[in-house]
């Protein structure tokens, strides 16, 4: 048997390195980075759209804005819609005084009295009118003067109406009074 022996110095070779852990670490740096980059495509995805739906909020506001009147509060609301009553019924009141003034004069009116002219302005009524008799003047003066409507009533002409036919002859027989009252008018 034979042995022999080396003398020369033995190197043992060096150990490769395992290049696994190298790979693990862009391994996990990629999918870290990857992670980080569709976290932030989602955010941005996600502000986007919420910007679009404020402009989109802000478009339909600015559109009813113009139609609407848009209130801090309740009670200012409430505060104008009692002074919008307030005026409604200011201005509502009084149309039907007129209407209302005829009603009670028609209610008085003697047979064989005619009105003629009916002028309602400020609260003052002024009518004329004819009849037969001169008595019918002075009763329907004293009726109406019982109504609580006319406060005050003056009469301002009564005269004698002379009648005449078409060739200017004076017609017999029959006289027709006119007469004029101008009358103060409170509500009814």
């Given at each position: 048997?034979?042995?022999?022996?080396?003398?020369?110095?033995?190197?043992?070779?060096?150990?490769?390195?395992?290049k696994?852990?190298r790979?693990?670490?862009?391994?996990?740096?990629?999918?870290?980075?990857?992670?980080?980059?569709?976290?932030?495509?989602?955010?941005?995805?996600?502000?986007?759209?919420?910007?679009?739906?404020?402009?989109q909020?802000?478009?339909?506001?600015?559109?009813?804005?113009?139609?609407?009147?848009?209130?801090?509060?309740?009670?200012h609301?409430?505060?104008?819609?009692e002074?919008?009553q307030?005026?409604?019924?200011?201005?509502?009141n009084?149309?039907?005084?007129?209407?209302?003034?005829?009603?009670?004069?028609?209610?008085?009116?003697?047979?064989?009295?005619?009105?003629?002219?009916?002028?309602?302005?400020?609260?003052?009524?002024?009518?004329s009118?004819?009849?037969?008799?001169?008595?019918?003047?002075?009763?329907?003066k004293?009726?109406?003067?019982?109504l609580?409507?006319?406060?005050?009533i003056?009469?301002?002409?009564?005269?004698?109406?002379?009648?005449?036919?078409?060739?200017?002859k004076?017609?017999s027989?029959?006289?027709?009074?006119?007469?004029?009252?101008?009358?103060?008018?409170?509500?009814?």
């Amino acid at each position: 048997m034979k042995h022999e022996m080396n003398l020369l110095p033995i190197y043992p070779e060096p150990k490769k390195r395992e290049k696994l852990p190298r790979r693990k670490g862009a391994v996990v740096f990629g999918v870290l980075f990857l992670g980080v980059l569709i976290t932030y495509g989602l955010l941005f995805w996600g502000d986007l759209c919420c910007r679009n739906e404020i402009k989109q909020m802000e478009a339909n506001i600015a559109i009813k804005s113009d139609y609407q009147v848009i209130y801090a509060n309740l009670s200012h609301q409430k505060e104008l819609l009692e002074h919008r009553q307030l005026i409604l019924a200011s201005i509502s009141n009084g149309r039907e005084l007129p209407l209302q003034t005829m009603v009670e004069i028609n209610k008085v009116l003697p047979v064989g009295v005619q009105l003629s002219n009916y002028d309602f302005q400020d609260g003052r009524l002024i009518i004329s009118g004819e009849t037969q008799k001169k008595d019918a003047i002075i009763e329907f003066k004293e009726k109406l003067s019982d109504l609580d409507v006319f406060p005050v009533i003056n009469m301002v002409n009564t005269n004698k109406k002379e009648e005449t036919l078409a060739d200017n002859k004076k017609v017999s027989g029959e006289e027709t009074w006119e007469f004029s009252f101008d009358i103060q008018v409170t509500e009814v």
